[in-house]
């Protein structure tokens, strides 16, 4: 196919790939901002608070003593070392700096993990609704994303049941996010240990994406998935990184917990591709990982607070149910009731006919459900302060009263 084409026409793969979602809307709502419109936004996939002080000075001190070399491409040291004691101390076992591959993200860490284990032909079940990247990274290692959905009524959580129902034999890997972007749900001991099971009976690889973990809310535990069952740490890859957790979403920092030969797999690929992650950056990591972990605790609070106030005021709007989301920083109410009313621009036929109505006649920026696997539900951030959630859902409140 490829030699039919000419000049810089473009690749199949990428062509099939849609640029990420959540990353477009939030830049659409900052420069419709910048523009002077009156936008509160909701599309946020970060927290709103900055940097810890003591985080930054550790980077300043870095940049100051010259740590401004290449460094070893799965990171240095003594922050592999620092993972590897984390993770220890959470229950995993034998861990020591081999296992830990330090990325630019944990983005960066799911690609990397896609990339040397998918081969082209094979599957990877996906739990819909799923965060936007899954199956882009899926389709970018020219395997084969595979959704297995789940109900508003059982709080958005893939049951081992269905698990197990859509394996085949081309089964290769499950991505598993708990906390979840964009429903907040939060998996239980009982229903983690039940996918487990499935997964070691069929000998299926996870990649256990972490990321929200320390925003759990409601005294639900934090669990470690690779802990859960015997064997299981031999077929999971732990994901994590330090952008919600510590703030730090544009310093690109994350990393990831694997057997030693998926680690020297992704070292090579980020040999070829990215090298180190940036070297000062590494240094505020380590900071942020054995330093004051109150900054954090401190966030989780007005997150829970704001979670609690934007539920409220989901639920009171007519025609929109919200399950209560457990974890991350994310609600995602149900809107089909009012699909296929007509607003100002005519009719409102899908999810995202809606989010752009709330965000051109009403000024509030969200994220269609469709991109998360979800038409009809609307993904808002409350990663925000909360006079705008009072605001905003005031304004979303009037806007679909005025859809006829
Ligand atoms: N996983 C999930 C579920 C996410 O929402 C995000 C987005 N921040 C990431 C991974 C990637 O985070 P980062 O690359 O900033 O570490
Ligand atoms: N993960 C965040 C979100 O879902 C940040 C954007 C992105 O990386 O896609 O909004």
């Given at each position: 196919?490829?030699?039919?084409k ?7 793969l ?32 970060q927290p ?31 922050l592999?070392d ?10 995993l ?25 998918l ?16 199956p882009?990274q ?8 595979v ?9 958005f ?18 991505i ?5 972007n964009?429903?907040?749900?939060v ?16 000998q ?17 535990e934090?669990l ?46 980020q040999?070829?591709s ?23 605790r401190?966030m ?12 409220e ?35 409102i036929?899908d ?5 752009n109505?709330l965000?051109?006649?009403c000024?509030?920026?969200t994220v269609?459900g469709?991109a ?14 909360d006079d ?5 859902l ?11």
């Amino acid at each position: 196919m490829s030699a039919s084409k000419k000049g810089l026409a473009l690749g199949d793969l990428i062509q099939s790939i849609e640029p990420s979602p959540t990353l477009s809307i939030t830049a659409l709502a900052g420069s419709l901002k910048a523009a002077g419109h009156d936008i509160i936004s909701f599309s946020a996939g970060q927290p709103d608070f900055d940097t810890p002080d003591h985080i930054k000075e550790a980077a300043k001190a870095a940049l100051d003593a010259g740590k401004t070399k290449y460094e070893p491409v799965v990171g240095v040291k003594v922050l592999r070392d620092a993972v590897a004691k984390l993770y220890t101390e959470r229950g995993l076992k034998d861990l020591s700096a081999a296992n830990v591959v330090i990325s630019t993200g944990a983005k960066h860490s799911l690609y990397g993990c896609t990339q040397v284990l998918l081969d082209p032909g094979d599957e990877c079940i996906i739990p819909a609704p799923y965060w936007v990247t899954y199956p882009a990274q899926v389709l970018l290692a020219r395997a084969t994303p595979v959704f297995v959905g789940s109900t508003e009524d059982n709080g958005f959580k893939m049951t081992a049941a269905d698990f197990r129902a859509a394996i085949t034999p081309r089964t290769r890997m499950l991505i598993l996010n708990s906390p979840n972007n964009p429903t907040g749900a939060v998996y239980t001991r009982a229903e983690l240990e039940a996918i487990a099971d499935v997964c070691l009976e069929h000998q299926i690889a996870v990649l256990w994406d972490s990321i929200y973990d320390e925003l759990i809310y409601g005294g639900l535990e934090m669990l470690e998935f690779a802990t859960l069952r015997p064997g299981l740490q031999d077929l999971t890859i732990t994901v994590n990184g330090l952008s919600k957790s510590h703030a730090m979403t544009g310093w690109r920092l994350g990393y990831l917990v694997a057997p030693p030969a998926v680690a020297d797999a992704v070292s090579k690929l980020q040999s070829q591709s990215t090298s180190n992650a940036t070297s000062i950056t590494q240094w505020a990591a380590l900071a942020a990982l054995q330093g004051d972990q109150e900054p954090t605790r401190a966030m989780k609070v007005h997150f829970d607070r704001r979670r609690k106030l934007m539920v409220e005021l989901l639920r009171a709007i007519p025609g929109v149910t919200c399950a209560e989301p457990m974890g991350a920083f994310y609600t995602f109410p149900n809107l089909s009731a009012h699909l296929g009313k007509t607003g100002p621009d005519g009719v409102i036929a899908d999810d995202n006919a809606l989010c752009n109505h709330l965000l051109k006649n009403c000024g509030v920026a969200t994220v269609p459900g469709s991109a998360f696997g979800a038409p009809g539900n609307v993904r808002l951030s409350y990663a925000t302060d909360d006079d705008s959630i009072r605001a905003g859902l005031a304004r979303i409140a009037e806007g679909l009263a005025a859809l006829k």
